[in-house]
């Protein structure tokens, strides 16, 4: 049997994608130290401090600690679902990041390396499906734990994001109207010393930002894990490296969707205030490409501090206040917001015109 | 065998296997989780034919919310392994072969058609992207579009009613 396949291109492709998945764990692994951190600062505390300097070993910590503790399967689960159900938490988690633009392209080696995954023409349709995927790992794993608080948990956290992938869909479809295209890439590209999409689309940036807060099942709307209510919520049963997989995943998606924030509505990895492509002749193409990845990394931090932030500012929706807020505020904006650009678009394309 | 064979030939084995695995598990959330193993393989099937918004719709639509459903139906019933009825033998008996027959209707009828002549175009092609399907819908097939819309309406509206309380 003959393998006729273009070698260079997956080896180029699989460090890209090592790269990109370790790059997301450790950047998801210090998030877990940031929100311990920003807690502590808001609260008037210290917050880790033990483990090396300003406690910055403490994931490594953490980590071990979860590695050495008894892995528990309830008798009456079923061991497949159980150990499968954090196993896709995690891998929806982290296959966002493969239609994510990390930077322009590298020239290496005589070739150039474009610093996305996979530029597809579905684009952010990709991430919607890995979105609605995520349900799965939540709902799964609820149910084999055989127990009745986490299947009202994994319930919960199912029918949240349902109802937020909607207002999500519907407020990406103005932004779809302004750039017209669904290519990551081509959004960076059309972003890049022009404004910002946030300045076309402020109403709809405000609602994907609560739709992202609602699908990474963070404070405000983690009632999927509200301890008073449900024990622990989905996860309760879940001990060990499992359960760090389940809180793990939380925090690659906060990474995850904060790039894809970025990549949506600020630029990208846009150089702010300053013309890429004159950089591009001065600097040399690799150095450029370099800066762009530390800006686009310098964005993605912060909307990580804005994320915890408003974890420690916010108290917990009540569920019906979430259902309200989702189905019954959110939506009807998004389609005001649709019809809006709709008509906007057209009159531009008419000179302003009637 | 290039790489779109063998991917071909994977995601052919798997949706197969997943059709079994649907009909022939015990318990129904297993049947659900190999359903959605079959939506993927046959999603994978159409990115083969660089049909990606078709691929992405099925994966969005059909494994991410209709299965959801089914999902929250199942484990919301409660089905547990004793309380389902011992199904007969015959009855099983009775169902393979007609599941049988219809198999070989469809591959009596299909085998006489045009359409078997002709190979797919793999790899290529711009039809099944997103920019040339809503220029086909919004052009040539904009009517039946839009009925089909009006009919999600009503289902919506009737649902609705179904579900208000007196």
């Given at each position: 049997?003959?393998?006729?396949?273009?070698?260079?291109?997956?080896?180029?492709?699989?460090?890209?994608?090592?790269?990109?998945?370790?790059?997301?764990?450790?950047?998801?692994?210090?998030?877990?130290?940031?929100?311990?951190?920003?807690?502590?600062?808001?609260?008037?505390?210290?917050?880790?401090?033990?483990?090396?300097?300003?406690?910055?070993?403490?994931?490594?910590?953490?980590?071990?600690?979860?590695?050495?503790?008894?892995?528990?399967?309830?008798?009456?689960?079923?061991?497949?679902?159980?150990?499968?159900?954090?196993?896709?938490?995690?891998?929806?988690?982290?296959?966002?990041?493969?239609?994510?633009?990390?930077?322009?392209?590298?020239?290496?080696?005589?070739?150039?390396?474009?610093?996305?995954?996979?530029?597809?023409?579905?684009?952010?349709?990709f991430v919607f499906g890995?979105?609605?995927?995520?349900?799965?790992?939540?709902?799964?794993?609820?149910?084999?734990?055989?127990?009745?608080?986490?299947?009202?948990?994994?319930?919960?956290?199912?029918?949240?994001?349902?109802?937020?992938?909607?207002?999500?869909?519907?407020?990406?479809?103005?932004?779809?109207?302004?750039?017209?295209?669904?290519?990551?890439?081509?959004?960076?590209?059309?972003?890049?010393?022009?404004?910002?999409?946030?300045?076309?689309?402020?109403?709809g940036f405000l609602i994907?930002?609560?739709?992202?807060?609602?699908?990474?099942?963070?404070?405000?709307?983690?009632?999927?894990?509200?301890?008073?209510?449900?024990?622990?919520?989905?996860?309760?049963?879940?001990?060990?490296?499992?359960l760090g997989f389940y809180?793990?995943?939380?925090?690659?998606?906060?990474?995850?969707?904060?790039?894809?924030?970025?990549?949506?509505?600020?630029?990208?990895?846009?150089?702010?205030?300053?013309?890429?492509?004159?950089?591009?002749?001065?600097?040399?193409?690799?150095?450029?490409?370099?800066?762009?990845?530390?800006?686009?990394?310098?964005?993605?931090?912060?909307?990580?501090?804005?994320?915890?932030?408003?974890?420690?500012?916010?108290?917990?929706?009540?569920?019906?206040?979430?259902?309200?807020?989702?189905?019954?505020?959110?939506?009807?904006?998004?389609?005001?917001?649709?019809?809006?650009?709709?008509?906007?678009?057209?009159?531009?394309?008419?000179?302003?015109?009637? | 065998?290039?790489?779109?064979?063998?991917?071909?030939?994977?995601?052919?084995?798997?949706?197969?296997?997943?059709?079994?695995?649907?009909?022939?598990?015990?318990?129904?959330?297993?049947?659900?989780?190999?359903?959605?193993?079959?939506?993927?393989?046959?999603?994978?099937?159409?990115?083969?034919?660089?049909?990606?918004?078709?691929?992405?719709?099925?994966?969005?639509?059909?494994?991410?919310?209709?299965?959801?459903?089914?999902?929250?139906?199942?484990?919301?019933?409660?089905?547990?392994?004793?309380?389902?009825?011992?199904?007969?033998?015959?009855?099983?008996?009775?169902?393979?072969?007609?599941?049988?027959?219809?198999?070989?209707?469809?591959?009596?009828?299909?085998?006489?058609?045009?359409?078997?002549?002709?190979?797919?175009?793999?790899?290529?092609?711009?039809?099944?992207?997103?920019?040339?399907?809503?220029?086909?819908?919004?052009?040539?097939?904009?009517?039946?579009?839009?009925?089909?819309?009006?009919?999600?309406?009503?289902?919506?509206?009737?649902?609705?009613?179904?579900?208000?309380?007196?």
């Amino acid at each position: 049997m003959f393998l006729t396949i273009d070698w260079t291109i997956i080896l180029e492709k699989f460090v890209l994608i090592v790269v990109v998945v370790m790059g997301s764990l450790i950047i998801a692994m210090y998030a877990t130290w940031g929100e311990r951190k920003v807690a502590a600062i808001l609260q008037d505390r210290r917050g880790p401090n033990r483990a090396g300097p300003a406690g910055i070993f403490q994931p490594l910590a953490d980590g071990l600690k979860l590695f050495f503790k008894e892995e528990i399967i309830p008798n009456f689960s079923s061991k497949f679902l159980f150990i499968l159900g954090p196993c896709l938490a995690m891998l929806t988690a982290i296959m966002i990041g493969a239609v994510v633009p990390w930077g322009n392209k590298l020239h290496l080696f005589n070739r150039d390396m474009s610093l996305q995954i996979a530029d597809i023409n579905i684009g952010i349709l990709f991430v919607f499906g890995v979105v609605s995927m995520g349900v799965y790992g939540i709902m799964i794993g609820g149910w084999a734990s055989n127990n009745k608080f986490s299947l009202f948990g994994a319930l919960r956290a199912a029918s949240q994001i349902i109802s937020y992938e909607l207002p999500m869909g519907l407020a990406l479809i103005a932004l779809l109207m302004v750039t017209g295209t669904l290519s990551l890439k081509a959004m960076v590209g059309g972003q890049m010393d022009h404004i910002w999409n946030i300045f076309k689309q402020p109403l709809g940036f405000l609602i994907f930002l609560v739709c992202a807060f609602a699908e990474c099942n963070r404070t405000p709307f983690d009632l999927a894990e509200a301890e008073n209510e449900l024990v622990g919520g989905y996860h309760t049963e879940y001990s060990s490296m499992k359960l760090g997989f389940y809180l793990f995943a939380e925090y690659i998606n906060m990474f995850l969707s904060s790039a894809v924030m970025v990549s949506l509505f600020f630029g990208g990895y846009d150089i702010p205030f300053f013309n890429d492509a004159a950089l591009i002749d001065k600097l040399g193409l690799n150095w450029v490409t370099i800066i762009q990845g530390g800006v686009l990394f310098i964005k993605i931090v912060c909307f990580l501090i804005f994320f915890m932030w408003v974890r420690w500012t916010i108290p917990r929706f009540r569920y019906d206040q979430l259902m309200n807020l989702g189905w019954k505020i959110l939506i009807p904006l998004a389609i005001f917001n649709m019809l809006l650009t709709g008509a906007l678009v057209l009159l531009k394309q008419n000179h302003w015109h009637f | 065998m290039n790489i779109t064979q063998i991917l071909f030939w994977f995601l052919s084995v798997l949706a197969i296997v997943g059709a079994a695995g649907v009909v022939g598990s015990k318990n129904p959330v297993y049947s659900v989780l190999w359903l959605i193993v079959v939506f993927f393989a046959i999603s994978g099937h159409y990115i083969l034919m660089n049909a990606q918004f078709l691929a992405i719709v099925n994966i969005i639509v059909y494994a991410g919310a209709i299965m959801v459903l089914f999902l929250f139906v199942i484990m919301l019933m409660n089905l547990n392994a004793d309380a389902e009825p011992a199904k007969n033998m015959n009855l099983k008996m009775a169902g393979t072969i007609a599941g049988m027959c219809l198999m070989l209707v469809f591959v009596a009828a299909l085998s006489r058609s045009d359409e078997m002549n002709r190979v797919s175009q793999m790899n290529g092609g711009d039809i099944g992207l997103i920019g040339y399907l809503g220029k086909v819908l919004f052009n040539d097939y904009v009517i039946p579009f839009e009925i089909s819309s009006v009919l999600f309406l009503s289902a919506m509206v009737g649902a609705v009613v179904i579900g208000k309380k007196e």
